[in-house]
């Protein structure tokens, strides 16, 4: 999908555009999809939409992934500040040698060391290490993880 097409789509009309071929597909009424997948995402089982966007559709090229070393007494203020920058769209408590691990999108380089700048800003971050992607080899995928639930859930217990 293109930038350009991207632009003139709205979030409620890419989420009809998912209603209407998941109805097809399932034999199902539009409304009757729609009302299940509000249900799905209110209960937390179904994320939010906008997660499956492709951010190269949008203009946003680049993906890194940004290991943090944060001052433990600003937890706080350091998550409210990554959430204020748009071009964060993940992040994870981890362990090992770094604290927070953030999934970043930009449009280029220069544009990427701008976004580091501002993260290194932030008060309670105290380092940053920048790792690039060059390829997605596999995008998230649960295709599998739901196969096997179904087969669990049709295996009869002993």
């Known amino acids: ?61 680049l993906m890194a ?3 943090l070393s944060i001052s433990q007494t600003r937890t ?16 994870h408590a981890t362990t090992g040698d770094a604290d927070l691990m953030a999934k970043v999108v930009a449009r280029s380089t220069a544009d990427l060391y701008r976004i580091t700048n501002e993260i290194l800003e932030i008060e309670g971050i105290q380092r940053t290490s920048t790792a690039i992607s060059v390829l ?7 295709d599998g993880l739901l196969a096997r639930l179904s087969e669990q859930e049709t295996r009869p217990s002993n």
């Open 136 to 142: 997605e080899l596999m995008p998230p995928r649960y």
């Open 1 to 61: 999908m293109h930038t350009d097409n991207i632009k003139e789509l709205t979030p409620i009309s890419l989420r009809q555009v998912t209603a209407d071929s998941r109805s097809r597909t399932l034999g199902v009424a539009r409304n009757t999809v729609h009302a299940r997948l509000a249900r799905l995402e209110r209960s937390g089982a179904l994320r939010s939409f906008s997660r499956r966007l492709d951010p190269a559709a949008l203009g946003y090229d």
């Open 76 to 91: 706080g203020a350091v998550e409210d500040g990554l959430a204020a920058i748009p071009e964060v769209i993940e992040v």
């Open 65 to 67: 992934f940004l290991s």
